[in-house]
């Protein structure tokens, strides 16, 4: 049997979260052109950016059109169809194919965006799915940075592979590649020192942890998690440029959208990039870590969930 109960409240939990960054449709109203301009100017203050914000105003309207939708409730649904039809190319979970061993997933983005975070709820998740773990602390640049690895290592009974501070991090990563062959680790975690991209030596370093990588096992980095902080607007979809360019980038996971984060920029970056987005970050709790889903994600933005208000 399905269970379409746990999507509810996976729905509900994530409109709860997602607060801020909900679209408001009032709801008993005519659907007349001042709601549909309302909506239009949510859409971009919620970073969908302009020529999205038009695409999905230009169909929205053309069905409303067409299919003679008269109440908001209707409204919201055909919304969520539209949001959910664009983030669907994007809607493509991390899946750890356990032929690579271990299966690599390096973890990069600027500073304070939740990377050691994202990682340690990452940890939590594999291990729950009876995937063994290993961190590496590649972030040498701070010492609260490794005790920080540590500590959500010695909190999932995780090992985390470090060396003092100031260390390589390439030589880290290498030795902690070995340690996850020879314990036989499923996944290994890489965790990096946030960096800009105008840093070119630290985007070098990232270059270079690649290629010890790739040296140990072709096939690695098998993911390569730039880590966004959802809050940041559209200053998030410069550093996917960025970021994309220097280390070719697999997967997004953008986080703190429970915080004053607006979702459009998830929509904008699918529209324009078209990478995967792996996960969502909507806490800084271990389980606050979702897989990404473009329906549930969408209605969770419009509120179209049973028993969701806007
Ligand atoms: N509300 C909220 N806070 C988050 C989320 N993810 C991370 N944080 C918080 O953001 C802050 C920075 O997180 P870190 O994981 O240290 O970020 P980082 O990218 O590793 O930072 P650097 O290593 O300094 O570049 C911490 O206070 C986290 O608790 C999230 O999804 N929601
Ligand atoms: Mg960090």
């Keep these: 049997m399905n269970q379409p109960a746990p999507k509810i409240s996976f729905v509900g939990k994530l409109r709860a979260r997602l607060q801020r960054a909900a679209l408001r449709i009032a709801p008993g109203g005519p659907v007349d052109d001042s709601l549909l301009e309302d909506l239009e100017t949510q859409l971009l203050q919620s970073d969908v950016g302009m020529d999205t914000t038009r695409a999905v105003m230009e169909e929205l309207r053309t069905r409303v059109r067409t299919a003679r939708i008269h109440n908001a409730a209707e ?29 690599v997933i390096l973890a990069v983005g600027v500073n304070g965006v939740g990377k050691t975070t994202s990682i340690g709820k990452l940890a939590q998740r594999f291990k729950s799915a009876n995937l063994s773990v290993m961190l590496a602390a590649g972030d040498t640049f701070r010492a609260a940075a490794v005790e920080q ?12 592979i470090a060396q003092a501070g100031g260390a390589d ?39 270079k942890i690649r290629r010890v990588l790739a040296r140990l096992d072709p096939s690695a980095p098998h993911e390569c998690l730039l880590v966004l902080d959802a809050g940041t607007g559209q200053n998030a979809l410069r550093q996917i440029q960025q970021f994309h360019a220097a280390v070719s980038v697999t997967g997004l996971a953008p986080t703190k959208l429970d915080g004053t984060a607006k979702g459009g920029i998830l929509i904008a970056a699918a529209q324009r990039f078209g990478i995967p987005i792996r996960y969502i970050g909507i806490g800084e709790q271990p389980e606050d870590l979702e897989i990404f889903d473009a329906g549930a994600f969408a209605s969770a933005l419009v509120g179209t969930a049973e028993g969701v208000s806007s």
């Design 75 to 103: 409204l919201r649904t055909t919304l969520q169809e539209i949001l959910s039809a664009l983030l669907e190319p994007v809607s493509r979970p991390l899946v750890i194919d356990t032929n690579h061993q271990p299966f």
């Design 149 to 160: 690895l540590q500590t959500w290592g010695a909190r999932l009974n995780v090992p985390v």
């Design 169 to 207: 991090p390439a030589a880290v990563v290498h030795d902690a590649w070995q340690a996850a062959k020879s314990r036989g680790c499923h996944v290994l975690i890489v965790d990096t020192a946030g960096r800009l991209h105008t840093q070119g030596n630290l985007m070098d370093e990232l270059k």
